[in-house]
T-cell receptor, first 112, second 110 residues
């Protein structure tokens, strides 16, 4: 069935370093890939997304890359700050059914 | 604020009871999705509605049911509650490709 694998499950980085979270999806028909940030007890918030006709997208310190051939997409956070500490979820969906398959989440800790 | 509203924010109840969670999508959005998030777990997709019709079902228990009304708000009904049903329940609405999540309802079953 449809599946999204997300790695790593936890990630600790020093403040100012970069963090990379990777996801792999199984359904080659997927064409939309959002990333959500969730702070403890709060709602998931969309931080960046990418569509299948684009290979990379950047928004300030956050970037997402997509490799359709390998069915991989990754979140890159540069110059990490303590407020980046949260759980990050990737997801994949397709326009045929607008069903969103979420990864299992990555807990990012930025150490001051 | 995503524009998606959920009530109540918190709900505490006992095992065996029945509760109803309510969600209003963003103005203009026709879709509603329900997710369950247990402590330190991922987002488990429960069910999806579009303009009043059920579109997809995920890992939704038979004790749970939902509907979307003509005014597009949705209700998730949870019955015969068990301790393991304690979780955050999120709804989301969709505009184009993008999902927007509500603030969630925290359900505690004692």
């Amino acid at each position: 069935g449809e599946n999204v694998e997300q790695h790593p499950s936890t990630l600790s980085v020093q403040e100012g370093d970069s963090a990379v979270i990777k996801c792999t999806y199984s359904d080659s028909a997927s064409n939309y890939f959002p990333w959500y940030k969730q702070e403890l007890g709060k709602r998931p918030q969309l931080i960046i997304d990418i569509r299948s006709n684009v290979g990379e997208k950047k928004d300030q310190r956050i970037a997402v890359t997509l490799n359709k051939t390998a069915k991989h997409f990754s979140l890159h956070i540069t110059e990490t700050q303590p407020e980046d500490s949260a759980v990050y979820f990737c997801a994949a969906s397709k326009r045929e059914d607008y069903k969103y398959i979420f990864g299992t989440g990555t807990r990012l800790k930025v150490l001051a | 604020d995503s524009g998606v509203t959920q009530t109540p924010k918190h709900l505490i109840t006992a095992t065996g009871q029945r509760v109803t969670l309510r969600c209003s999508p963003r103005s203009g959005d026709l879709s509603v999705y329900w997710y369950q998030q247990s402590l330190d777990q991922g987002l488990q997709f429960l069910i999806q509605y579009y303009n009043g019709e059920e579109r997809a079902k995920g890992n939704i228990l038979e004790r749970f049911s939902a509907q979307q009304f003509p005014d597009l708000h949705s209700e998730l009904n949870l019955s015969s509650l068990e301790l393991g049903d304690s979780a955050l329940y999120f709804c989301a609405s969709r505009a184009g490709d993008t999902q927007y999540f509500g603030p969630g309802t925290r359900l505690t079953v004692l």
